[in-house]
């Protein structure tokens, strides 16, 4: 009865109507409120980001700091509120592309929104939208990505892993669309475009530096033990950005990588 009387009522429902309109105006300018309502409350280098409208940003954060979680809510902030647009998400392999596929997605169901533009998931790496906007994931390899143009927002998720050629395939692409693009990684040595653009890429980039003493998620006690554990090398460049290179580690560096992850090819020392 009660409920009826309020559903019936025009003026609440006016009230109601207006409420939403307002929260999506408000949403549409301000990712973090988007991020809030998936549950997460970025950090302020996040919150940052996600406000930004910088064409080009490279994220040089450590393991763990939470880059993938901010880019994927960029992804889908750019879906659900620009209509039509085409976002593209790629790292080094299907795996890892599959993988920032998957926060996309878990972001969008903790939404549980009933007035944003709804998906429909056509494949484990790929997301329509009801406003005609597409996610589409890829693993790195050139074949995949020289079919798509018009692209408004291209995320390169490790990208100090991804080789160059793509890189230069991938560039004309958004000088063409005039899309935006955001490179995320840990550094991989002092080689490949990761390193180029970072060091020497001009001003046209916004840098964004985040070492593992800066997230509030990473433990002390726990990295001090990852220092015992991994040397003196690997943590540096894993948890505090830096392009350390001896001929020697790299190669244990290469090591260790295959050793976890066998989809990954060490891009140089075959
Ligand atoms: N602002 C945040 N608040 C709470 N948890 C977060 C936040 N950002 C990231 N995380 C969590 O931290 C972990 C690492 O995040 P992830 O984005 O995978 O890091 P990275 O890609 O930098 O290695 C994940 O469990 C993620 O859910
Ligand atoms: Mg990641």
């Avoid at 901010?70 to 509120?81: I, K, Q």
Wanted: glycine letters at 6%; charged letters at 25%.
């Amino acid at each position: 009865m009660k409920q009826n009387y309020f559903s019936q009522n025009p003026v609440l429902i006016q009230a109601a109507k207006r409420a939403i309109e307002r929260r999506l105006e408000l949403e549409a300018k301000d990712p973090v409120l988007l991020a809030g309502r998936a549950g997460i409350t970025p950090d302020p280098w996040q919150a940052d980001l996600l406000r930004s409208d910088a064409r080009q940003t490279m994220l040089m954060c450590s393991r763990q700091a939470g880059k993938s979680t901010v880019t994927s809510l960029l992804a889908l902030h750019e879906a659900l509120y620009t209509p039509d647009s085409l976002v593209l998400l790629l790292s080094p392999s299907l795996r890892q592309s599959q993988e920032l596929f998957k926060k996309v997605k878990d972001s969008h169901s903790s939404l549980k929104d009933s007035v944003l533009p709804t998906a429909s998931e056509t494949s484990s790496l790929r997301m329509e939208f009801s406003n005609g906007s597409r996610i589409i994931a890829l693993p790195g390899n050139e074949a995949t990505i020289r079919g798509f143009s018009g692209v408004d927002l291209l995320i390169m998720d490790e990208a100090s892993r991804i080789p160059d050629q793509l890189y230069q395939a991938v560039r004309p692409m958004i000088a063409v669309s005039g899309g935006r693009i955001v490179l995320l990684s840990t550094p991989f040595g002092k080689r490949g475009f990761f390193h180029a653009e970072w060091t020497e890429g001009g001003d046209n980039w916004k840098r964004v530096k985040i070492t593992a003493d800066q997230c509030p998620r990473i433990d002390k006690d726990w990295l001090e033990n990852e220092r015992r554990m991994i040397g003196d090398w690997w943590y540096l460049q894993e948890y505090f950005c830096e392009f350390v290179e001896t001929e020697d580690s790299v190669f244990s560096f290469a090591d260790i990588q295959a050793a976890l992850d066998s989809e990954i090819k060490p891009l140089f020392g075959e």
